[in-house]
């Protein structure tokens, strides 16, 4: 079974240009979680998804991050402009069932660099 | 304030120790606590999960609660030079319309030498 898959791996991008993040989930999860870690520190919940609703999204830094969930697949994170303070690992984590000891399965991380 | 604080590290110890990694908590709303791995270049895996105070044991890790003290410690026995990796401890609240919005400590870094 393929787990959850994020690309690209890395991107490097400069101050005002425009990423989108894509992370496909294990098939079949309903939730779908992002979350950031940017250097030094923990890494944050940024927002989640059930098929294609946004629950909560309290954690987006602000208006520049657009995450959408196209027909409850795949999730894209855009960011638009990026700004210095972006830079970071973006992941996305998936979940089968809404109990409360889900099992959440990360991706491997998208690294974005903007310069 | 951090609602979640873990020493980074490192760690460094030799093959066949017990290793302790440790985080303390402040939000007493925390239900759910989790220790992950994760390697480098990886995302994080879930190692341990727990919703009470207590020990839970798998194999080689243990893990232990303290809500009173908010406390939670996460044991490795006869450590393996595998085990080298980041741990995270992530603590939760579930939300009312569903969801587990985790909160996560900075990491340990643990390297177990041969």
């Known amino acids: 079974e393929a787990g959850v898959t994020q690309f690209p791996s890395h991107s490097v991008i400069e101050k005002g240009q425009t990423v989108t993040l894509r992370c496909d989930p294990i098939s079949g999860h309903d939730n779908l979680y992002w979350y950031r870690r940017v250097m030094g520190k923990e890494i944050k919940f940024l927002l989640h998804?059930?098929?294609?609703?946004?629950?909560?999204e309290s954690g987006m830094p602000n208006n520049r991050f657009l995450a959408e969930r196209t027909g409850g697949t795949y999730s894209t994170l855009k960011v638009q402009p990026a700004e210095l303070e972006d830079s970071g690992v973006y992941f996305c984590?998936?979940?089968?069932?809404?109990?409360?000891?889900?099992?959440?399965?990360f991706g491997s991380g998208t690294q974005l660099s903007v310069l | 304030q951090k609602e979640v604080e873990q020493d980074p590290g490192p760690l460094s110890v030799p093959e066949g120790a017990i290793v302790s990694l440790n985080c303390t908590y402040s939000n007493s709303a925390f239900q759910y606590f989790m220790w992950y791995r994760q390697y480098s270049r990886k995302g994080p895996e879930l190692l341990m999960y727990t919703y009470s105070s207590g020990n839970k044991e798998d194999g080689r890790f243990t893990a232990q609660v303290d809500k009173s003290s908010k406390y939670i410690s996460l044991f490795i026995r006869d450590s393996q030079p595998s085990d080298s990796a980041t741990y995270l401890c992530?603590?939760?609240?579930?939300?009312?319309?569903?969801?587990?919005?985790?909160?996560f400590g900075t990491g340990t870094q643990l390297k177990v030498e041969l």
């Open positions: 984590a998936s979940s089968q069932e809404r109990q409360t000891n889900e099992k959440l399965f």
């Open positions: 998804f059930v098929k294609e609703s946004k629950q909560d």
């Open positions: 992530a603590m939760s609240v579930w939300l009312t319309g569903g969801g587990n919005k985790l909160t």
